[in-house]
């Protein structure tokens, strides 16, 4: 007897259209309302009856169905089934499924599920459409994910292929993914790195301090925002080597803006670091010897003289000057000097004292400056470094070519404190000290002291610099000349020599006396003769028709200017520039000592402004050599007579035999003579019986402006007069 639980006779009701419940001999066991209406009875007809009974008639094919239904675990259907009781054609559809005891157990029952054949279409059509449409998400998801999949490979393939680091983690701060850039700078494949933190693999220090950077994906984490590296961050690889890099940390978040992970974007800036501390040490250090530069030092000096001001302390300011440092330069070349400036910087450092900061410079040339931090209020260890150091540079030889070369330092010494407004007046008064140590004779110290006569007479020469750039500006200079006399009365034309004044600012003139020394002291001489040759130049372009009156018009360059390399470049393309009658016109007048200490300048720059058509002339001869062989080498048009010679002319029996032999020498090579400082009727017929070539002095003509060529000429004319009334008809 089949035995019918609550549950199974609930799930028969609940069955649309109704159902049958068959033992497996095929008989009714329970009907629903609605089952037994379709086949046209009621429940309590069918129970106990064959269901093939009922329809014997219309559907042979229901013992096999039932048949295959108890056999198999799916459903055996039988479709077209008449309705029982004859009142109309309606088809049934009959749907069979065995139920089982257990997952595998044997068959105990038959369902049979009554629909009518519209119902049953209904229902399929039903699941025919939610089938389309499961095939149509399975479609579009499928579609979905194949672009998905495509978008991944080719997010893969960029993140591959571009030239950043690139590095993910979870929330935890645990690795994730990295790209093979990543994996060749943390020196950790995807693999091993993968659920490791990120610590572990991204170890970063600070450059300068290597102490830990704080972790930016924490940071990240932490603060839910875009986080960058801290500066100068080394990233330590795997294998120890090291990076510099920047990167930037960003959360990923989903659509609704939770926070999954981070994205660390790194990359190596290694060589552009190395490329930017190079250019950053060129730009603050002295190419030639390592040493700090002036502007860096100056830098420092600014720094530490504001720090005083606030805290007070004991610093101090050694500015060295290298004695006979010129004459190893001229005699040996610049090559060799340059590496006796790399060797005496090295031997300054290696004086410096150990026991507190000491910074070395060099300022230009061959001036160094040294900065020494936290002395004692007496300056102990500032006057022991000074002293050291002259000890060493002074016990320095240099051998070249089988030449001794010595050199000195002179050494000024000032203390860093608050009297000083600002490092300009601190540098020059070191710079005045150090030109004191200098002028006691060199390789010394000199202390700066406020009451020191001698310094304060360089302070004082320190003012003119001022007014010498002042009147550089302002147009402050004026243009004399004072005309020479020819000598033999051959010479027509104008011959004169171009004087500087300068116009203080109350109108009245200075001397160049005043002046020159100071600009000469404090390397401002370029800058004036920069403004004299051009104004000449421009004065002699004016003259038009009276240039031809104009025979010789000489200027003075001094030895700054000729030593100094951009002067010359200067004044050559000033003459290039100029026409070939005007440089006809002109003179430079170059001092023997500037000539015989820069003997290499002095020949080239003399031989360059010569084959423009210029002329030259050697002024003050016989104030700056004992010998003359230096004269080979040079090729001059005019010897000026020093001075001190013409005016013991007469009374001293050397100076009357020096300035014959002067005269002679200028014969020799080509020259003629200029005798200077010719201020009486005595000394004018004296040297025109040596047989001098021009005369120039208050005797024949003091100077005047420039501008009053009239005046020259006419004084020109007249003089060549009187002289053809004293000497008679030709």
Known sequence: ????????????????????????????????????????????????????????????????????????????????????????????????????????????????????????????????????????????????????????????????????????????????????????????????????????????????????????????????????????????????????????????RDDQGELHGVVLVFHDVTEQRRLAGELNYRASHDGLTGAVNRVEFEQRLTQRLAEHRLTGGNDALLFIDLDQFK????????????????????????????????????????????????????????????????????????????????????????????????????????????????????????????????????????????????????????????????????????HAEVLLRMLDTDGSLILPGAFLPAAERFHLAPLIDRWVLPAVLTWLGLQSERLNAITLLSMNVSGQSLGDRIFRGFALDLLEAASPLLRSRLCLEITETAAVSQPIEAARFIDDVRRLGVRVALDDFGAGASAFAYLKRLRVDYLKIDGQYVRGLLSDPLDEATVRCFIDVARAIGARAIAEFVEDERTSQRLTEFGIDFLQGYLFARPVPLADLESLLEEAARSREQQRDVSGPA
């Open 327 to 494: 004459l190893v330069n001229d005699s040996a070349g610049h090559a060799v000097g340059d590496r006796l400036l790399r060797q005496l910087a090295q031997l300054i450092d290696d004086c410096l004292p150990r026991e507190a900061p000491a910074l070395l410079a060099r300022i230009g040339g061959d001036e160094f400056a040294v900065l020494i931090e936290n002395d004692n209020p007496a300056l102990d260890l500032a006057r022991r470094t000074a002293a050291r150091i002259c000890d060493e540079v002074g016990g320095y030889r240099l051998v070249h070519a089988g030449r001794r070369f010595k050199v000195g330092a002179s050494i000024g010494l000032v203390p860093l404190d608050r009297r000083w407004p600002n490092e300009a007046a601190l540098m020059h008064a070191a710079d005045s000290a150090c030109y004191a140590a200098k002028q006691d004779g060199g390789n010394r110290v000199r202390p700066w002291c406020d009451e020191d006569a001698s310094l304060q007479l360089l302070r004082s020469a320190a003012k003119w610099v001022h007014r010498i750039e002042e009147a550089i500006e302002s147009g402050r200079f004026v243009l004399f000349a004072q005309r020479i006399q020819p000598a033999q009365g051959h010479d027509a034309g104008l």
């Open 1 to 252: 007897m089949l035995e019918i639980s609550e549950d199974l006779l609930g799930l028969l009701a609940a069955m649309p259209g109704g159902g049958l419940l068959l033992d497996t001999d095929g008989v009714i066991r329970f009907s629903t309302s609605d089952a037994a209406a379709r086949l046209g009875h009621r429940p309590a007809d069918l129970e106990g009856r064959a269901l093939s009974a009922i329809a014997q008639d219309c559907s042979p094919g229901l013992a096999e169905a039932m048949t295959a239904a108890l056999r198999s675990s799916g459903e055996a259907r039988l479709r077209l089934l008449p309705r029982m009781d004859g009142a109309g054609g309606e088809l049934l559809a009959l749907r069979l499924r065995a139920v089982r005891r257990g997952p595998a157990g044997r068959a105990i029952a038959l369902l049979v599920v009554v629909q009518t054949q519209a119902e049953a279409m209904r229902r399929f059509l039903e699941l025919n459409e939610r089938l389309v449409s499961v095939e149509r998400e399975a479609a579009r998801r499928l579609r979905a994910e194949a672009r998905l999949a495509e978008q991944l490979a080719w997010t893969r393939v960029v993140l591959n292929s571009i030239g950043d680091a690139v590095l993910t983690t979870d929330r935890l701060g645990q690795v994730t993914w990295m790209n093979p850039v990543a994996e060749q700078l943390t020196g950790w494949t995807r693999e091993m790195a993968s659920g490791l933190p990120l610590a572990r693999v991204f170890h970063i220090l600070n450059e300068a301090t290597r102490q830990p950077v704080a972790d930016p994906v924490q940071c990240c984490l932490a603060q839910g925002r875009i986080v960058g590296l801290a500066n100068h961050t080394v990233l330590i690889s795997r294998d120890g080597r090291e990076y510099g890099i920047e990167d930037s940390a960003a959360p990923i």
